[in-house]
């Protein structure tokens, strides 16, 4: 996580070859996703829905992460 001068923040999240960028300022994540696309191939693929088995689900109340398909799939297999 990092701080900007101006007291936005960025945070980039990496796993291997999959990666997830947040803030609080649209344009800074712009930029740093450009900066990115300089030095990497990196394809968007927009609002973070699943990341390594987990769902990410917003609603008014917050963003929740839920490991609802994992689990069922799981409850299949027994």
């Excluded at 900066?35 to 088995?53: G, S």
């Amino acid at each position: 996580m990092k701080k900007n001068d101006l007291g936005k923040q960025d945070i980039l999240i990496v796993y291997i070859d999959d990666m997830v960028i947040a803030g609080d300022d649209e344009m800074e994540i712009g930029n740093l996703k450009e900066r990115l696309q300089t030095e990497f191939m990196v394809k968007d693929l927009r609002e973070l829905i699943y990341f390594l088995e987990m769902e990410v689900a917003r609603s008014h109340k917050g963003i929740f992460i839920l490991q609802r398909k994992y689990t069922l799939d799981l409850l299949k297999e027994i």
